[in-house]
């Protein structure tokens, strides 16, 4: 594990080790995911960019078999486009979109209230550093916990791109 220590805590920098809550509130991380191709997703129920649900949701299906798995993470932090409770967002995305990718507690992504993970993502020693600017930014995370990509949020997950991308993480 890298970590770094910091006012004499050890502070955990690999995201495997980040703790998380799942969407239910329970404790979690992204160790259950560790082998896998990732696609770390800040999603939002209310936003012009919603519709990406369906195409993150066949990203699932189609790659799921093959080591890949999309996360999503609710944010409220741009136009107040995220309002639901953890209930309310886990029923929105099973009913409109039929997700059965991983939803985790509504976190925000920027600011002072940012949550570690997306610290780790973007902060001045990320890879790919700079504030998430709307919903659905996307990073693709490989088997050994790399940060291999970051996309846009415009960029839709069926963008040839992100394909190539997630085909390519795949095969390593």
Known sequence: M??????GLLMA???????LKDIEGQPASLRAYRGK?????????????TPQ???????????ADRGFTVLGFPCNDFGAQEPGTPAEI????????????????KVHV???GQHPLYAALTGPAA????EISWNF?????????????RFDPRTKPDDPAVIAAIEAALAE
Do not use: M, W
Not at 91 to 105: A, K, N, Q
Not at 137 to 149: A, D, H, I, P
């Open 53 to 63: 649900y369906a195409q993150l949701e066949a990203l699932q299906k189609k790659y």
């Open 2 to 7: 890298n970590a770094l220590l910091l006012g």
């Open 90 to 105: 886990k029923t929105f995305c099973s009913t409109h979109y039929h997700v059965t990718f991983p939803l985790f507690e």
């Open 137 to 149: 930014g996307k990073f693709l995370v490989g088997k050994n916990g790399e940060v291999l990509r």
């Open 127 to 130: 890879k790919f550093p700079g």
């Open 110 to 112: 920027k600011g002072p």
């Open 37 to 49: 191709v990732l696609l770390i997703v800040n999603v939002a129920s209310r936003c012009g960019l």
């Open 13 to 19: 920098t690999g995201l495997y080790d980040i703790p």
